[in-house]
């Protein structure tokens, strides 16, 4: 099989939580399967990138494997990171992924890697690039629409700016209905370089681009949870397959075998 018939390698963060299995209640790097079995269903092949002690050497040599990065929901963002006191309703910080995915993202930025964020992903998005967050949706709309709590999806609909790269994906659909959302937060200050691509009818923003690179995508819905629609992740791996295809910098191991059949 030539590397032009493997599907390109997306890295997708993880949570780091206690979690139990069997006898085992320990801390553990975990994701839920559906969104590697999105990727994986769209033709890439999904790595898991746990939150680790992180600076941007180490940054740079995990995304030398990758074609694509996927920074995936879970906890709240730090708010101190956009300089704001806890809100009563805001997670504990994860300090670690917050740290992790923030280099991540950077340096994911610096070299043009194709990313798509996912809830969480697009709000660490838009602070690590110097926006901020509303902290508790409910206190701005007065009701529990984007998070029903108890691990339940609600659906809202959602308005698509044209001429955008999240339009282009879904075909140039400019409403999406009953997108499934859990999030009890969502960007207020949209940091510099992003573009506002979808709203709500409320006004919540649900999407965000970064203009300035060939594909840099972030949805605050969870659209692994819609398996009968893969678009946003096929158009991430078809991305990857081109990023894989012009950097030329990248260099690849030999495939395992190859010196044996040279010999």
Same mark, same amino acid.
């Given at each position: 099989?030539? %590397?032009? %018939?493997?599907? $390109?390698?997306?890295?997708?963060?993880?949570?780091?939580?206690?979690?139990?299995? !069997?006898?085992?209640?320990? $801390?553990?790097?975990?994701?839920?399967?559906?969104? &590697?079995?999105?990727?994986?269903?769209?033709?890439?092949?999904?790595?898991?990138?746990?939150?680790?002690?992180?600076?941007? +050497?180490?940054?740079?040599?995990?995304?030398?494997?990758?074609?694509?990065?996927?920074?995936?929901?879970?906890?709240?963002?730090?708010?101190?990171?956009?300089?704001?006191?806890? *809100?009563? *309703?805001?997670?504990? $910080?994860?300090? %670690?992924?917050?740290?992790?995915?923030?280099?991540?993202? *950077?340096?994911?930025?610096?070299?043009?890697?194709?990313?798509?964020?996912?809830?969480?992903?697009?709000?660490?998005?838009?602070?690590?690039?110097?926006?901020?967050?509303?902290?508790?949706?409910?206190?701005?709309? !007065?009701?529990?629409?984007?998070?029903? !709590?108890?691990?339940? &999806?609600?659906?809202?609909?959602?308005?698509?700016?044209?001429?955008?790269?999240?339009?282009?994906?879904?075909?140039?659909?400019?409403?999406?209905?009953?997108?499934?959302?859990?999030? =009890?937060?969502?960007?207020?200050? @949209?940091?510099?370089?992003?573009? @506002?691509?979808?709203?709500?009818?409320?006004?919540?923003?649900?999407?965000?681009?970064?203009?300035?690179?060939? &594909?840099?995508?972030?949805?605050?819905? =969870?659209?692994?949870?819609?398996?009968? %629609?893969?678009?946003? &992740?096929?158009?991430?791996?078809?991305?990857?397959?081109?990023?894989?295809?012009?950097?030329? =910098?990248?260099?690849?191991?030999?495939?395992? !075998?190859? +010196?044996?059949?040279?010999?």
């Amino acid at each position: 099989m030539s %590397d032009s %018939d493997i599907g $390109p390698v997306i890295g997708l963060t993880t949570y780091l939580e206690q979690a139990q299995t !069997g006898v085992w209640d320990v $801390p553990a790097a975990i994701l839920p399967r559906v969104y &590697f079995d999105a990727i994986t269903n769209a033709g890439g092949i999904a790595v898991l990138l746990p939150p680790q002690p992180v600076n941007a +050497a180490i940054a740079n040599r995990v995304l030398d494997g990758l074609d694509a990065l996927v920074v995936t929901g879970g906890k709240d963002v730090d708010p101190a990171r956009y300089g704001q006191a806890r *809100h009563p *309703h805001t997670d504990e $910080p994860r300090p %670690d992924r917050d740290a992790w995915e923030n280099i991540l993202l *950077h340096e994911a930025i610096a070299r043009e890697l194709p990313f798509l964020g996912i809830c969480r992903g697009a709000q660490m998005l838009n602070v690590a690039l110097g926006g901020s967050l509303h902290q508790h949706l409910p206190d701005l709309v !007065g009701d529990t629409t984007y998070q029903a !709590g108890n691990g339940v &999806f609600n659906v809202v609909d959602v308005a698509v700016e044209t001429d955008s790269t999240l339009s282009a994906l879904l075909g140039g659909q400019t409403l999406l209905p009953a997108v499934p959302v859990y999030h =009890h937060q969502s960007i207020d200050r @949209v940091a510099a370089g992003l573009r @506002v691509t979808a709203r709500t009818d409320a006004g919540i923003v649900q999407a965000v681009e970064l203009t300035a690179v060939p &594909f840099g995508v972030a949805v605050q819905w =969870h659209p692994e949870q819609s398996p009968g %629609d893969l678009r946003l &992740f096929t158009g991430l791996v078809s991305a990857a397959r081109d990023y894989r295809v012009a950097d030329p =910098h990248r260099t690849r191991p030999a495939p395992h !075998g190859a +010196a044996e059949a040279t010999a």
